[in-house]
């Protein structure tokens, strides 16, 4: 109710502004009123902007603590060498290689992630992953 009387009185405090100084006032105060807009829409879409990089940040921590409990059981002995555990592993990696390169690409971040570590270890990175059906 209150942005109703906020809203009218905006509207008549332009024309009674109009009716006493004339248009350039009124299209002063109109440009003032319009600006004031914008301003706030565009801190709304920053705040939205934020909330998004920091669900990916989220998101990407989660995958990456999978990743890396994956690659842990994974060098277990009862589980070493199982060939379905391993390309979970590098599918795990490659979607998280994924998500580092779309916060590079969107939100200017940097590589937090450093999946180069398992590659090294032996693991190979397969471009393509393909269950096997049991």
């Given amino acids: ?15 009674l502004l ?11 105060y109109l440009s003032i009123i319009v600006n004031l807009i914008f301003i ?3 801190k709304k879409v920053v705040e939205r902007q934020e909330e ?4 990916v940040i989220d998101i990407t ?6 990743s890396v409990h994956l690659e842990d059981l994974y060098q277990l002995e009862m589980f070493y060498g199982d060939e379905n555990l391993e390309k979970l592993l590098e599918h795990s990696k ?20 450093d999946t180069e570590e ?11 992953y393909t269950p096997q059906e049991e």
């Fill in 94 to 113: 490659d979607v998280i290689n994924d998500i580092v390169d779309f916060q590079i690409d969107n939100f200017d971040a940097e590589e937090n992630f």
């Fill in 52 to 55: 998004f990089e920091n669900n």
């Fill in 1 to 15: 109710m209150n942005k109703y009387f906020l809203y009218i009185s905006t509207l008549l405090n332009g024309l």
């Fill in 61 to 66: 921590s989660t995958i990456n603590s999978f």
């Fill in 18 to 28: 109009m009716k006493l100084f004339g248009a350039i006032p009124f299209f002063l």
């Fill in 118 to 128: 398992s590659e090294e270890e032996g693991i190979e990175e397969d471009d393509s």
């Fill in 40 to 42: 706030w829409y565009i």
